[in-house]
């Protein structure tokens, strides 16, 4: 806002200055007598087009005379007027958050059972603006069962999922995402799960991960017991000369290094790899991330193309619905979640009513992944399937223990 104070003889006077200097959208603030002469207080709104305008058009005429137009006159800092024009934006605050609390009682009078469930919502965690769109399809003649019963079917309807196909066609599949959210214990989970269904010899790891020593270990230890490769490279461009010899229905699985969100490279991952080999990235996000924090890591991974999202550490998240509230305002759709640190058996495929049931603070419990247990014939025998954990396996100080593993398939890409 653009403040100044006249003195004019009288107020025709004033005006005539107020409109020469501002324009005919200025507004007089305030006047007064002083000394003999009347002062008054006019204030234009930022973006107001008559002093600019004005300025414009004495600069084009000043540059037809072949003058040097003059500059804007310099107007000292007045308190007064400072004080004034912090007095109308605080005033101009006010009158917004009341007019909002005054809409928001409206509507909850009008609607109680809509407003309790709201409510209940915001007690979860989920934001305002998404409490207050699923309690809108409350209808005032339900019953509260009825109504959280239909809010919960519309949560669950509006969490996006993720296909994964890439697992059954093969080819090369990165996990991405900031340090810290589980990437390479993701990576060994989905390599476990090939194995369980495809054999040993349809997975390959691969680590760019020179940074970390405990996560190649992790992975070295893992590869040794599912006896499956893990190659370590040093730079991208080794990858391509890996795609180049990967075959059809065989998965590449690369384990990447951490990034904050500040430092994100922006050269593609698998750029120069043949068109013939499939690629996709999927981005590795924690739940136990505080919203703002998860805003910043997804805007940030947007340069890698992820095509779907990992959840993981649901166990170590207080409130799902602050997590849930960020998901949703996103297009990136989920394809597996994680609540706990077995590696086979605390990871699944998304469960849209599982998620839902734990973000409103329900009892819940992930489905059963239809063939999660395996049974393999050994020489006219049944084998017995993965072993039980193995507690300090790989890295002493990693948090996931690792999983004895008994390779499922003696043919190449078998399936049972």
Request: aromatic share 4%; hydrophobic share 40%; proline share 4%.
């Amino acid at each position: 806002m653009n403040v100044r104070r006249y003195r004019a003889r009288d107020m025709r006077d004033a005006m005539r200055q107020v409109r020469e200097q501002q324009g005919e959208d200025a507004v007089i603030l305030s006047s007064r007598r002083v000394e003999g002469m009347l002062e008054v207080v006019a204030a234009l709104e930022d973006g107001s087009p008559g002093e600019e305008t004005r300025h414009q058009e004495a600069v084009m005429d000043a540059g037809i005379r072949g003058q040097a137009p003059a500059s804007k006159a310099a107007w000292p800092a007045d308190p007064e007027i400072g004080a004034m024009r912090q007095e109308l934006r605080d005033l101009r605050s006010l009158l917004t958050r009341q007019n909002a609390d005054n809409e928001a009682a409206r509507w909850a009078a009008r609607h109680p059972l809509a407003a309790e469930c709201k409510a209940r919502l915001v007690d979860c965690g989920f934001s305002e603006a998404l409490a207050r769109s699923l309690a809108g399809s409350i209808l005032d003649d339900s019953t509260p069962e009825q109504a959280w019963e239909r809010l919960r079917a519309r949560l669950s309807g509006a969490i996006a999922t993720a296909g994964t196909s890439i697992l059954d066609e093969g080819g090369m599949l990165a996990m991405a995402g900031p340090t810290g959210v589980g990437k390479t214990t993701t990576l060994a989970r989905i390599a476990l799960r090939q194995i369980r269904r495809m054999g040993a010899d349809s997975v390959t790891l691969v680590t760019l991960d020179s940074q970390r020593i405990g996560a190649t270990r992790q992975l070295q230890a893992f590869a040794q017991m599912a006896g499956t490769q893990l190659r370590v490279l040093s730079h991208r461009r080794e990858l391509r000369e890996l795609a180049a010899r990967a075959e059809a229905g065989h998965l590449i699985l690369v384990d990447t290094a951490g990034q904050a969100p500040r430092a994100v490279a922006d050269e593609p991952l698998f750029q120069g790899v043949p068109e013939g080999v499939r690629t996709e990235t999927w981005l590795v996000v924690s739940a136990a991330t505080q919203g703002m924090a998860l805003r910043r890591v997804l805007e940030a991974f947007r340069v890698t193309e992820p095509a779907a999202l990992v959840l993981t550490k649901l166990d170590e998240t207080e409130q799902l619905g602050e997590t849930l509230s960020v998901l949703l305002d996103q297009h990136l759709g989920l394809s597996f979640v994680s609540n706990g640190q077995r590696i086979g058996e605390d990871f699944h495929r998304v469960d849209t009513g599982y998620l839902t049931r734990l973000a409103l603070q329900e009892r819940a419990s992930p489905d059963a992944e239809v063939g999660e247990e395996w049974e393999v014939r050994n020489q006219g025998s049944r084998a017995t399937p993965a072993g039980r954990m193995v507690p300090g396996a790989g890295n002493p100080g990693d948090n996931a223990a690792l999983e004895m593993i008994r390779p499922v398939g003696k043919g190449r890409y078998a399936t049972h």
